[in-house]
């Protein structure tokens, strides 16, 4: 039975040849359209200088928060950071971002700020401090160049 269909088929292309070509055309369109050309477009590609002084490359996608494009790469700890939400935060997420970064995001909101003080020793904001909970990666990111800090000694159990 097979074999006749495939007989059948085969004929079919010999006396009409343009139906094979549509066929693989049209499979062909498909293909390119599939879903991970839209993944490829939401890459943001970061820089990220680890405690230890070495710059690793870091992937995440656009409308993904830093924290998840770090804690993916392994930089922060995913236990040590239960909610992306900023009133659960303790700013174990705290990054420092290369100043012409920070001019391409939204200001830190006044609870960001307040987690950032709150948990700083000296009371004093340090002006490229972020929470990676609260950044949002967008293509305007492309390159962004992130420091993680040396864990905090009350930070460590």
Same mark, same amino acid.
């Not at 992937?59 to 998840?68: D, N, V």
């Not at 200001?107 to 307040?114: H, L, T, W």
């Not at 949002?136 to 993680?148: K, N």
């Given at each position: 039975?097979?074999?006749?269909?495939?007989?059948?088929?085969?004929?079919?292309?010999?006396?009409?040849?343009?139906?094979?070509?549509?066929?693989?055309?049209?499979?062909?369109?498909?293909?390119?359209?599939?879903?991970?050309?839209?993944?490829?477009?939401?890459?943001?590609?970061?820089?990220?200088? =680890?405690?230890?002084? @070495?710059?690793? &490359?870091?992937?995440?996608?656009?409308? *993904?928060?830093? /924290?998840?494009? +770090?804690?993916?790469?392994?930089?922060?700890?995913?236990?040590?950071?239960?909610?992306? =939400?900023?009133?659960? @935060?303790?700013? &174990?997420?705290?990054?420092?971002?290369? *100043?012409?970064? /920070?001019?391409? +995001?939204?200001?830190?909101?006044?609870?960001?700020?307040?987690?950032?003080?709150?948990?700083?020793?000296?009371?004093?904001?340090?002006?490229?401090?972020?929470?990676?909970? *609260?950044?949002? /990666?967008?293509?305007?990111?492309?390159?962004?160049?992130?420091?993680?800090?040396?864990?905090?000694?009350?930070?460590?159990?």
């Amino acid at each position: 039975m097979a074999v006749a269909n495939m007989q059948r088929f085969a004929s079919r292309i010999a006396r009409n040849p343009s139906i094979f070509s549509i066929t693989r055309s049209s499979a062909s369109s498909c293909s390119s359209r599939s879903g991970s050309a839209k993944v490829a477009d939401r890459i943001v590609k970061l820089f990220a200088i =680890d405690p230890e002084g @070495c710059k690793r &490359e870091i992937i995440g996608l656009s409308g *993904q928060t830093l /924290l998840k494009a +770090l804690t993916n790469h392994g930089l922060i700890d995913p236990d040590s950071h239960r909610l992306e =939400d900023i009133d659960a @935060c303790s700013s &174990e997420c705290e990054v420092h971002i290369a *100043q012409e970064w /920070l001019e391409k +995001l939204p200001k830190a909101s006044y609870d960001e700020q307040y987690v950032l003080k709150r948990n700083s020793r000296a009371r004093v904001l340090n002006k490229h401090s972020r929470l990676g909970c *609260q950044v949002v /990666l967008s293509p305007e990111l492309q390159g962004m160049v992130v420091a993680i800090p040396e864990p905090k000694p009350w930070d460590i159990p």
